[in-house]
Each structure stands twice: as structure tokens, then as C-alpha cells.
Nanobody
Framework: QVQLVESGGGLVQPGGSLRLSCAAS????????MGWYRQAPGKQRELVAV???????NYADSVKGRFTISRDNAKNTLNLQMNSLKPEDTAVYYC???????????????WGQGTQVTVSS
């Protein structure tokens, strides 16, 4: 069994900052690419940022220069530092990871339960 648990969401004023974290636990053999997605009310889930196991990153154009994705491979954790937040960043943020379990030969995609980020004055 593998679990992804997010934390760090909340209410912040425009221009403020938040840091999201995601911890992966369970029978993990290896974690490959990890990412953050978000879904605003009435909209489809969209990619925010992704990071490979080697540390290469890619960002949605809407967050470039404001958000920073990072990971700690030793601790199986993923982070998203969000600065200069805008009301349009309001969404539920989901952690995503491509994981091979100890008892499996396949790499499967896992999702966290989501954490709410609200940017409002």
C-alpha cells in the first residue's frame, strides 16, 4: 500500500506565500517523477509543476517565476513553494507520484487527497 499525504494549504492574501508538502509512505521501492496539479471549481485538473527523480523541473506558464517545486528523495517528500500568489491560484492542489512498490514490477500513478489553497483579500 502506498499513500500520498499533502499538507500546507490554507487562506492567504494576494501577494502572499504558501508552502505545500507531500509525503509518500508505504511499501515503496522507487519514486520516479512527482508533480503538483490543481483543480479550480468548474475547471479541469491542470498540471502546475513536475520534477523528475534527477531534479529536472517543468512548470505551467501561469506559475513560472512564482512557484518552485522541490523534492527530498531520501525522505520521499515533495514540496511546492508558492510566492506572489494570485486569486486565480485558488484551487485544490493535488500531489502526484509515479511509484514502483516493493511487491510490484510496474510503475503506477498515485494521488494525494488534495489540499485547498484560497487566495483572497
Amino acid at each position: 500500500q502506498v499513500q500520498l499525504v499533502e499538507s500546507g494549504g490554507g487562506l492567504v492574501q494576494p501577494g502572499g506565500s504558501l508552502r505545500l508538502s507531500c509525503a509518500a509512505s508505504g511499501s515503496i521501492f522507487s519514486i520516479y517523477a512527482m508533480g503538483w496539479y490543481r483543480q479550480a471549481p468548474g475547471k479541469q485538473r491542470e498540471l502546475v509543476a513536475v520534477i523528475t527523480s534527477g531534479g529536472s523541473t517543468n512548470y505551467a506558464d501561469s506559475v513560472k517565476g512564482r512557484f518552485t517545486i522541490s523534492r527530498d528523495n531520501a525522505k520521499n517528500t515533495l514540496n511546492l513553494q508558492m510566492n506572489s500568489l494570485k486569486p486565480e491560484d485558488t484551487a485544490v492542489y493535488y500531489c502526484n507520484a509515479n511509484i514502483q512498490r516493493l511487491d510490484d514490477t510496474f510503475v503506477r500513478v498515485y494521488w494525494g487527497q488534495g489540499t485547498q489553497v484560497t487566495v483572497s483579500s
